[in-house]
T-cell receptor
């Protein structure tokens, strides 16, 4: 019953460092998403992958890249971290149909100093 | 374009009182609407969803929501709030773009419950 698993749970980076956030789901979902959550702004979509082999930009893609490695895994990369990327990051997955809900990981709290 | 608006940033209610959280959406096609709840330090959990049929939908933990197309609203209600309901609540819509659906969230409403 793992659902959506994100690693790491916490991370502190220095400005300019790079890192990759990992996400894996075991529910055979087609679509996967990366969001960032900031106080008062809800969850904002960074990138998504509607199905294996496709990725698209969301509302706030600048400074990020993604890879849909296979159906299970969807990673988010920060090439050169900036303090503005301090946030809580959530990975989510869902089936492709419009009436299906998203399932979320527990989040990664990232601080860039 | 903003798809989901939650006009109340935070709401405080007394335990046992009724609750209504507001949500308005802007979407031309038939909306797929959701309410999620987030407890501190946790991911989001689905409370309920609407995509067709009866406009009053029931969810978990005693919550319900009513879809009103004429008002573009999907407000969440609970008749009697419990202290454990203190959390942040998000309204969301699944919007079709390109090759698939994107889930777009409102800014959230934080619920405080006082004894």
């Amino acid at each position: 019953n793992a659902g959506v698993t994100q690693t790491p749970k916490f991370q502190v980076l220095k400005t300019g460092q790079s890192m990759t956030l990992q996400c894996a789901q075991d529910m055979n979902h087609n679509s996967m998403y990366w969001y960032r959550q900031d106080p008062g702004m809800g969850l904002r979509l960074i990138y998504y992958s509607a199905s294996e082999g496709t990725t698209d930009k969301g509302e706030v893609p600048n400074g990020y890249n993604v890879s849909r490695l296979n159906k299970r895994e969807f990673s988010l990369r920060l090439e050169s971290a900036a303090p503005s990327q301090t946030s809580v990051y959530f990975c989510a997955s869902r089936l492709m149909a419009g009436d299906t809900e998203a399932f979320f990981g527990q989040g990664t709290r990232l601080t860039v100093v | 374009a903003q798809s989901v608006t939650q006009p109340d940033i935070h709401i405080t209610v007394s335990e046992g009182a009724s609750l209504e959280l507001r949500c308005n959406y802007s979407y031309g096609a038939t909306p797929y609407l959701f309410w999620y709840v987030q407890s501190p330090g946790q991911g989001l959990q689905l409370l309920l969803k609407y995509f067709s049929g009866d406009t009053l939908v029931q969810g978990i933990k005693g919550f319900e929501a009513e879809f009103k197309r004429s008002q573009s609203s999907f407000n969440l209600r609970k008749p009697s709030v419990h202290w454990s309901d203190a959390a942040e609540y998000f309204c969301a819509v699944n919007r079709l773009e390109g090759g698939g659906f994107k889930t777009i969230f409102g800014a959230g409403t934080r619920l405080f419950v006082k004894a």
